[in-house]
């Protein structure tokens, strides 16, 4: 069986995402002490809005699309999940934050039409 090349590029993205990610829930964990939850997710918020629109305009995405009201219910619930995604890797032990954060795909098998 060949692998093609698109499917290894995934690949090395997927693995990059989740070096990162790790490294980004690693860095809340340690940032609690010194920043309140708000603080962390706007300035993760603020740097994420930079580098997409960076990425949008180098490959000529126009960054407003064609469904708003779409892009607002995801941007709505992005915004909830990443929240509450910060809050629970403040209060809770960082291993059973990430557990739980792992089992989204459960979630969204038991919640897909």
Do not use: K
Not at 27 to 32: G, K, T
Not at 48 to 71: C, E, F, N, S
């Amino acid at each position: 069986m060949t692998i093609s090349r698109s499917s290894w590029t995934g690949l090395v993205y997927a693995f990059v995402a989740a070096v990162c990610y790790a490294g980004l829930n690693t860095a809340i964990r340690f940032a609690d002490a010194h920043m309140s939850v708000w603080h962390i997710i706007f300035y993760r918020s603020l740097f994420g809005v930079m580098v997409m629109g960076l990425l949008a305009w180098m490959t000529g995405v126009w960054i407003l699309g064609r469904q708003r009201p779409t892009l607002c219910l995801l941007g709505l619930s992005g915004a909830l999940g990443v929240t509450a995604l910060t809050v629970a890797l403040i209060l809770l032990p960082l291993f059973e934050a990430l557990v739980l954060l792992y089992l989204f795909p459960a979630f969204a098998a038991l919640l897909s039409p």
